[in-house]
């Protein structure tokens, strides 16, 4: 009998290990499988610091079972794959930032060429949500202090990833820490029609798409760049702090700068000539990366642009930016700063 018990025990570990095994790749990543559903995205129930670009609240469901993270990529798996190490705040286990939208794309295109089985992708918009939401309606995953690495507790710098209390599905820092690039642009008003199955963003470069690429506005969809203060006798962090908007605000004017040259002065003409032809204003439609996926470039200087979004909250951020819903648009997939990382989803190579 003893015997027959220690077989099970030792059965039961073995299954345990292949299974954890399977959730995670040949650089340490760690994956949790997130099931498929349906969940009411945008601004929470009594949720009173929701902007204009968190609502209307809608019904949307996510109808494949993918894998996502369990951490923001770290710097250690960067340097992995990409020999180098970007981030202003080191440590290995710390996530990598300071790491552009595109330069995401670059880590994910090797982690693919490895052809392990898997395909890897940023998340969209609504599977981060759906995700970090994990069931739950309510704007923070538990006590802030407890999930997240924020202006309130982040001394001013990154942390280790899986420091926090995870969420009720297992992931880690979905608020807080660093922010995180997501597949999706930028639409202010989006989710006046968004799709209620598998969104995946307004398409910059499909036939007619309203308002160029992604929409117009500042960080928090639709309010354009505001005065920010130099701060006379602050402290030294408060003059960086400031400097640090005053760039990003800079960047703000510069894309939308290139937004209403695109739109002309009437605006929001659309994109005629659709996937892989020119669009109206100085933008190409061109296909990227080995699956020919079309990226909007600006043909002025041959960079990517559009409006892509981030979520979840960072390390410099006060807790309202750390709620689920929030969202941002940034100035264009080419910046970097160093309170934006990302994390990646996976699913089984022959789907």
Sequence with gaps: MINKLKALIFLMSATSLVAYAQLRNAIGMEFVRIPPGEFMMGCSPGDSQCNGDE??????????????????V??????ALMQTNPSANRGDNHPVETVSKIEAGDFINKLNERNDGYRYRLPTE???EYAARAGTDTPYSGPINEVAWYAGNSEDETHPVGLKKPNAWGLHDTQGNVREWVSDYYSPAFYNINPAIDPTGPQ???????????GRGG???????QPVP????????EQIDALRRQVEQLQQQLQQLRNDFESGPRGGRGLPGGPGGNVSGPFNCVPTGPRGDLQLVDALDGLPTGLPVVRGGGWDQKDSFQRVSARYSYYGPTLRVSDIGFRVVREAASR
């Design 55 to 72: 609502t209307p609240r809608h019904r949307v469901q996510v109808t494949k079972g993918f894998e996502i993270g369990k951490y923001e």
């Design 74 to 79: 770290t710097q250690a798996q960067w340097v």
């Design 126 to 128: 609504a599977e981060w």
């Design 204 to 214: 910059p470069c499909a036939p007619g798409a309203p308002g160029g690429p992604g």
């Design 219 to 225: 960080p928090r969809g639709g309010r354009g760049p």
């Design 230 to 237: 130099f701060p006379t006798g602050g402290t030294p962090q």
